[in-house]
């Protein structure tokens, strides 16, 4: 129930296309679920977050979208450029004080030239 | 602004020696963090710091890890003795703090890599 689950493991995009990562979660009492994004050597960065009282957050060309029925939310990164090339991680917490993130396995996301 | 540091940046041992790792966290950042990160998957949280009170210790192996965080700054992570699966990268993250809602964004350090042969 601790779980977040990630897929895909890895992703190769054409530049200028949409890479989209899904995430899916189990426990109900998670209320906030960011996305970092991990360069290699480099430790993870935020990207973007949401909370589940809204069902979609873009910032520039990512976007994450939130279905609480379905327990799932995904990352759209629009128009992707070589530099985005990194392993993104979602992540999911609850709010309790005292309750850590839990991530994913990572997806590590190839942008060809 | 500093980002959050750590030392060393890598570091090869043999297994049941002991070793190290030191976070210097964000200048005011209450909370702080360890966390583990095999190859492949997503970070673990090992320990979790409130200024230099453990918050959080339920996934950390206290048979052999330890840590502490002197001063409510900067923390050490120690390994004694060390297992060939503690081969990993030990990141350390911080936050100005915890407090309910606030989601206050985790800054992660550029991570220790360590292998154990």
């Known amino acids: 129930q601790q779980q977040v689950k990630q897929s895909p493991q890895s992703l190769i995009v054409q530049k200028g296309g949409i890479s989209i990562i899904n995430c899916a979660y189990e426990n109900t009492a998670f209320d906030y679920f960011p996305w970092y994004q991990q360069f290699p050597g480099k430790g993870p960065a935020l990207l973007i977050a949401?909370?589940?009282?809204?069902s979609e957050k873009k910032e520039g060309r990512f976007t994450i979208s939130f279905n609480k029925s379905a327990k799932q939310f995904s990352l759209h990164i629009m128009d992707s450029q070589p530099g985005d090339s990194a392993t993104y991680f979602c992540a999911a917490r609850g709010n309790q004080a005292g309750t850590a993130l839990i991530f994913g396995k990572g997806t590590t996301l190839s942008v060809s030239s | 602004e500093a980002g959050v540091a750590q030392s060393p940046r890598y570091k090869i041992i043999e297994k049941r020696q002991s070793v190290a790792f030191w976070c210097n966290p964000i200048?005011?950042?209450?909370?702080l963090y360890w966390y583990q990160q095999i190859l492949g998957q997503g970070p673990k949280l090992l320990i979790q710091?409130?200024?230099?009170?453990?918050?959080?210790d339920s996934q950390l192996p206290k048979d052999r890890f330890s840590a502490e965080r002197l001063k409510g700054v900067d923390s050490t992570l120690k390994i004694q003795p060390a297992k060939l699966e503690d081969s990993a990268v030990y990141l350390c993250?911080?936050?100005?703090?915890?407090?309910?809602?606030?989601?206050?964004?985790?800054?992660f350090g550029p991570g220790t890599r360590l292998t154990v042969l």
């Open positions: 993250a911080s936050s100005l703090g915890w407090a309910g809602p606030a989601y206050n964004e985790q800054f």
């Open positions: 200048s005011g950042h209450a909370t």
């Open positions: 949401i909370r589940p009282d809204v």
């Open positions: 710091f409130q200024n230099n009170g453990v918050v959080d």
